[in-house]
């Protein structure tokens, strides 16, 4: 099930792969046009929008694409690889040519989601 259909319908993004190579992330904040899960027409940008991720990630072997969650206002792209600035070098033309991602945020993280002192980077769109 496409994972924005996961957040419509309950449940969680999927946790990140547990190797270690993918313990570092970027985590991009796109705000959509309503409070809620945006309209049809923005769900389906943002599913094309995931394509062009995935193949400058899978291009830049920098890690992998792991899913989205819609909801809040907002949709959250989470990817993982073993060097965030890697990973952001990879995808950043991608989310700068994709007009409504202006106004949305990246942050880089440079540790595994459970360390609480891991750094963190954030990048204005």
């Known amino acids: 099930m496409a994972d924005w ?10 946790p990140p792969p547990d190797d270690d190579m ?3 992330a ?4 796109l705000p959509l046009s309503d409070d ?3 309209d049809e027409e923005e769900r389906e940008d943002l599913l094309e929008l995931e394509d062009r991720l995935i193949a400058a990630i899978e291009e830049a072997a ?18 993982y ?17 994709y007009e409504p991602a202006r106004g949305g945020w990246a942050i880089k993280r440079y ?5 609480p002192d891991a750094r963190e ?3 204005e769109l």
């Not at 259909?5 to 999927?14: T, Y």
């Open 62 to 79: 920098a890690g992998i694409f792991d899913g989205n969650e819609f909801g809040g206002g907002e949709c959250v792209l989470f990817m």
């Open 81 to 97: 690889g073993p060097d965030a600035d890697r990973l952001f070098a990879a995808v950043e033309p991608v989310l700068r040519a």
């Open 22 to 24: 993918y313990q570092q």
């Open 36 to 38: 809620e899960f945006g």
């Open 5 to 14: 259909l996961r957040k419509l319908f309950g449940g969680q993004p999927p």
């Open 111 to 115: 540790g595994p989601p459970d360390d």
């Open 121 to 123: 980077e954030r990048v």
């Open 26 to 29: 970027v985590l991009v904040y």
